[in-house]
């Protein structure tokens, strides 16, 4: 079965603490993830995508196909990262439709 | 201004009238897809389209019904045969054979 879990529903942290939202997937091939966010009252946006090895925003995520897992990182977290985030995978099977987490609310705090 | 709309940002509907939600796209995306968002539950696929005058169910299709005449357009009708209608409902797009997709702003859809 294909999917993907955020066990946490809340993180609440301090501005300048680090941050690890957990994703872990269940996908048989290989994974294609991904990082969305949803700033208060705006869009869902693609935040990083695991493909690219890239970091937005200060974020990075390493795809761990040992463990199964593509958790999201930041070594000091902003007040302005407090957000929706869900973790995404790709499924090949339906049209390239994205299978998403249950979502995390990071709070920061000052 | 290139993007992804969705009309209304809110809708209220009585118990057991159908009702339609819109999403127009000007990315020139093929692909397009109908998500549910519910608390705890993150986003589930409701239907999706890959190309035009053609759709495809996807995980809790039951209740609803698309359209895809135009490639810039994918709207959703919520029917009365849907149980538990009132959720946030959101549009995506993507280009075939990309990952990314884009995001309409959502329409909030409540059943009173």
């Known amino acids: 079965a294909q999917r993907v879990t955020q066990p946490e529903k809340l993180l609440s942290v301090f501005k300048g603490a680090p941050v690890e939202l957990k994703c872990n997937y269940s996908?048989?091939?290989?994974?294609?993830l991904f990082w969305y966010v949803q700033y208060s009252r705006q869009r869902l946006q693609l935040l990083l995508r695991?493909?690219s090895r890239e970091s937005i925003k200060g974020f990075t995520a390493d795809l761990n196909k040992g463990e199964t897992s593509f958790h999201l990182k930041k070594p000091f977290a902003q007040e302005e990262d407090s957000a929706m985030y869900y973790c995404?995978?790709?499924?090949?099977?339906?049209?390239?439709?994205?299978?998403f987490g249950q979502g995390t609310e990071l709070s920061v705090k000052p | 201004d290139g993007g992804i709309t969705q009309s209304p940002k809110y809708l209220f509907r009585k118990e057991g009238q159908n009702v339609t939600l819109s999403c127009e796209q000007n990315?020139?995306?093929?692909?397009m897809y109908w998500y549910r968002q519910d608390p705890g539950q993150g986003l589930r696929l409701i239907y999706y389209?890959?190309?035009?005058?053609?759709?495809q169910k996807g995980d809790i299709a039951e209740g609803y019904s698309v359209s895809r005449e135009k490639k810039e357009s994918f709207p959703l009708t919520v029917t009365s045969a849907q149980k538990n209608p009132t959720a946030f409902y959101l549009c995506?797009?993507?280009?075939?054979?990309?990952?990314?997709?884009?995001f309409g702003q959502g329409t909030r859809l409540t059943v009173v």
């Open positions: 995506a797009s993507s280009r075939s054979g990309t990952p990314d997709a884009f």
């Open positions: 996908y048989s091939g290989s994974p294609e």
């Open positions: 695991h493909i």
């Open positions: 995404a995978l790709r499924s090949w099977n339906q049209g390239g439709k994205l299978i």
């Open positions: 990315l020139n995306h093929d692909a």
């Open positions: 389209s890959q190309i035009v005058n053609d759709f």
